[in-house]
């Protein structure tokens, strides 16, 4: 058969005038083409040796995967989440408060910022058991604060099961306040009913939602002149007979304070802090007592909380002092 398709070089590298030669390099050319690339990568700059490049291409990259590292724990703006279970230390003085703190605090002068609402009638769940509706979110330092409050009086009533330490938010007023958080957390109480929500978490992100229920209740009372605003957190309402104006005390005085340091002074009734935190406690148990009709004995009973009681019943539906 006639070959038509002209034959390729035998080398298919050019020769030393550029051209394809046709013929096999000689020992000398190919010497010399040796020598040429030895003397090209010698006179590569440092940076450019495949050496080098890898090197810092993967110094780069264990920079960039520390500082998602880095980011990833600090949350970015500060406020990754941060739930830890409760010590032996804050359970013991928030879920089993002490009678005798409960009785010399009393109200411990303080106003209890509850207003009373109109109707008159007390709200209950199916089983006839007065509810008691919280909103509030993670972030709200106000919250924080209301929340070692509300812990110890409803402790009262009932038991909590996976309460866990939070923090305010790092980015708001009163920062990193200590608290905790009703997020995944249980109630029970023969007494009462807790619906908690906590809508919004430390980066003021959706966190739970609201049931309609809750909703409704939340729409209607929590606006002036039942509230200081509109949709202000913490929102507090006890059965539908009582709300919380406002936030009980200031969480200034909670400042720089860890959850041990704040349940240490729990155990003091002459500290600040115990007669704010305990004195609305007390209020806010008196208030339940009323709506419950004086149930439990072991806890409404009691001279503290019966001596109480006659303030809270005189309770207008005015904004509160």
Not at 98 to 115: C, E, N, P, Y
Request: charged share 15%; proline share 8%; glycine share 6%.
């Amino acid at each position: 058969m006639a070959q038509t398709t002209p034959r390729k070089p035998v080398t298919t590298k050019p020769g030393p005038n550029g051209k394809y030669t046709g013929k096999p390099l000689t020992k000398k050319q190919r010497r010399n083409q040796a020598a040429a690339r030895s003397v090209s990568v010698s006179h590569r700059p440092p940076w450019q040796s495949p050496t080098v490049v890898t090197s810092v291409s993967v110094g780069i990259i264990a920079i960039v995967l520390i500082i998602i590292v880095v980011i990833n724990q600090v949350g970015g703006s500060g406020n990754a989440s941060k739930s830890t279970p409760l010590s032996a230390n804050v359970a013991s003085v928030v879920l089993h408060p002490d009678a005798t703190v409960l009785q010399k605090v009393g109200s411990g002068g303080q106003s209890g910022k509850l207003i009373k609402l109109p109707g008159g009638t007390i709200l209950k769940d199916s089983t006839g058991k007065p509810i008691i509706v919280y909103v509030g979110a993670d972030y709200c330092p106000f919250c924080a604060a209301e929340r070692w409050t509300m812990v110890m009086w409803l402790s009262q009533f009932g038991t909590f099961k996976g309460l866990t330490e939070t923090q305010s938010s790092a980015t708001d007023v009163d920062p990193d306040t200590h608290t905790f958080t009703f997020h995944k957390s249980t109630y029970t109480s023969p007494y009462i009913t807790f619906t908690p929500a906590e809508i919004l978490d430390r980066n003021q992100a959706p966190l739970e939602t609201m049931t309609s229920q809750v909703k409704t209740i939340f729409t209607a009372y929590n606006k002036p002149p039942f509230t200081t605003q509109s949709g202000q957190f913490p929102f507090v309402d006890i059965a539908n007979t009582y709300s919380l104006f406002t936030t009980s005390y200031d969480p200034a005085i909670l400042a720089g304070l860890t959850w041990d340091q704040i349940a240490n002074k729990l155990k003091n009734p002459s500290d600040p802090v115990t007669i704010a935190i305990v004195g609305n406690a007390n209020i806010l148990t008196a208030a339940t007592c009323i709506v419950t009709q004086d149930q439990p004995a072991s806890v409404c009973s009691s001279p503290t909380i019966q001596a109480i009681e006659p303030g809270v019943k005189a309770i207008k539906t005015t904004p509160a002092a």
